[in-house]
C-alpha cells in the first residue's frame, strides 16, 4: 500500500491525516525496520485476505469448516504459553509510584532496552498498523489505541476483540490522544522478551512474545494497567470484573459486576444458564472479563465492557460447566494451543466428552489419552466474537453503559468464609474487595492452604500503586451518590470430608437472588463481624442436594478461627507505604468485632 492510500485510511472528519499518528508510526518504522508498512481497515474483505496469508505462513490451520466454520488453530512458541508476569514492568519516573507489587523499571532504561531489541527486528517482515477502539465506538467511556505489529496473529485477534478499523480514526480525529503500542515478535526468545507500561506516555512497548496477554495490547495491557492509571486521573476505574444483567420472572433486569481470582468461576457466572428450578430468569452477559465504570448523572455507577470479544481459557470450559461459552466458539473463531482431532475439530481436557483415539496435541506432536501428557496446555485458549454468544445482552454496546446495583468480590476458600456476605457500607466493601484471597490448591503451587492475595483480583493488573489505587476507590464512593452494594461470594467452602458443600454453576443463581433481594430493600439478612450474611431461610435450596446443616455451615461465621486470616491481611498490609487511613480503620474495626 502506497503512502498516498495509506493517508487516505488515517483522515479525520476534515481529510487531513493525522499528524500525530502519522509522525510516530514513521518513528516505529524507522526504528523496527520493516520491509513494508499496512495500514488495516478492518474490513471484511481484508480479513479474508489476511486469514489466507496467515494460513498459508504457517501462524494458523484451517479447521474442518462443516464442523467449525470460521474457525482456526494456533500453535505459539512453547516458550510463549502465558503472561510472563516476571517480564511486565511499570515504567513510572519514581519507582514509588509502581509501587510494591509490580515490577519498575526507569522508562528511560525500559526504552533503551526494548529500543534496541526492537531495532532492525522487523527485518523481512511487514508491519502492520491496528488502529482500535476500546469501548464502543462514540462512548464517553470509550478510548482509542493504535497497536503496530509484525504478528498477524495479533491483527485477526485484535480484529476480533477489539471495534479495528476506520471506525478508530473517526474517533481519533485530530487528537493526540491514544494509547501507543508497539509489539514485536523479534526472536520469540524468553531472555529478551519484555512488556513494559509508560503510564505517563500513555504507551505500551511489548517484544519477544506473541502470546495473547503479551501481544494484544489492547487487552489486560491497556484495558486494565494503562486505563486504570488514566482512570485515576481522570475520575473513573478499569476493573477486572464481568458484567451481568439479571432479569426476573417479572422482566426487571439489575445489572452487576464481578471480581474473581482464576479459578474462581468468573467466566461461568458471566455466562450463567439460570437452572431449572428457577424458571423465568434471565442472565444477560454484557463482558467476561474488563469493566469501566464512570459516575452517571444521576450519581449511579455505569459500567460498559471495553472489549468485543471473549480470549477464554479452554480447559474446564464444556457443555457442563460453561455451555454458553462452547455455543459462542462453534463459528468464526480462533483456537491457541488445544488438540487438533482426526476430524479436524479441537479438543481439550475437560471439556468433558471422551478425548480422540489420536490427535495432534498443542506441541504440534502426535498425541494419544495414553501419552502421559496433557494434549492442550492448560492455559490454551479460545478467541471468539462477542456477538455470537447466546446470552449477549441486547445493551452490551450501550454508549453510556449500564447501571450498577452491585458490586461482587470473590475468591476460593475451603472454610472461614461464608457462602455470601454484604459489606456495610463503600468503605468497607472497599476493605472487602481490598482482603480478597484464595488458598493455595496444590503443593506445586506453593504450601496448600497458606492465602493468596489478590486484591480485587487487580495483583497482576494494577499499573500504578496499589496503595493508591484503594484510594482512588474510596474516592469514587465519594462521588457516587447512589452506591452499589457491596458482597463477597465463596463457591468452594468444604465439609470435614473435603466435599463441597455448595453445587455451583447455575445453582450460584440462587446467592444472586438473594443479593439482588438485598439491593431492593428486602432480603433478610443477619448482622456479623464481618459484613451480613443472608438469614436461615433466605436462600431458597430446594431441589438442591443442600441439607439444612449445609446451608448453615456455609453462612456459619465463627470469629474463633479468624485470626490466621487477619494475620495473613497484617502482613499483606504491611507491604504498603501508602495505604489509606481508611482501609487501617476498617481492619482495625474488624479485628475489633472478631475479638482478636
Known sequence: MGVKEAEKKMTNVHGEPNAHVKK???????????????????????????????????????????????CYLHRSAQNDVARTEGLTFICTRSKSDAGPTNNWMAPDEAYRKCGAIFKGSMKGRQMYVIPFIMGPAGSPFSKVGIELTDSLYVVLNMRMMTRMGNVAWGQLGDSNDFTRCLHGKADLNIDRRFICHFPEDNTIWSVGSGYGGNALLGKKCLALRIAGFLGRREGWMAEHMLIVGIEDPQGRTTYITAAFPSACGKTNLAMLVPPASLKGYKVWTVGDDIAWLRVGKDGQLWAVNPENGFFGVAPGTSMKSNPNAMKTIQRNSFFTNVVRTPEGGVWWEGMDIPPPQEGIDWKGKKWTPSSGEKGAHPNSRFTAPASQCPSLSPHWEDPEGVPISAIIFGGRRASVVPLVFESFDWPHGTYVGATVASERTAAAEGTV???????????????????????????????????PKIFHVNWFRQNSQGEFLWPGFGENLRVIQWILERCAGSGKAVKTPIGFVPAADAITTKGTHVSGSDLAELLRVDPGIWKPDMTSRDKFFGMFDRLPQAIRDEHAAQKKRLHI
Open 24 to 70: 510516530w508510526v514513521e518513528e516505529m518504522r524507522d526504528l523496527c525496520q520493516p520491509d513494508a508498512v499496512y495500514w488495516c481497515d478492518g474490513s471484511e474483505e481484508e480479513r479474508r485476505r489476511l486469514m489466507s496469508d496467515a494460513v498459508r505462513a504457517g501462524d494458523f490451520e484451517e479447521l474442518n469448516q462443516e464442523l467449525l466454520p470460521g
Open 449 to 483: 492452604g497458606e492465602l493468596r492475595h489478590d486484591p480485587m483480583a487487580m495483583l497482576p493488573f494494577c499499573g500504578y500503586h496499589m496503595g493508591d489505587y484503594f484510594e482512588h476507590w474510596l474516592q469514587m464512593g465519594k462521588r457516587i451518590t447512589r452506591h
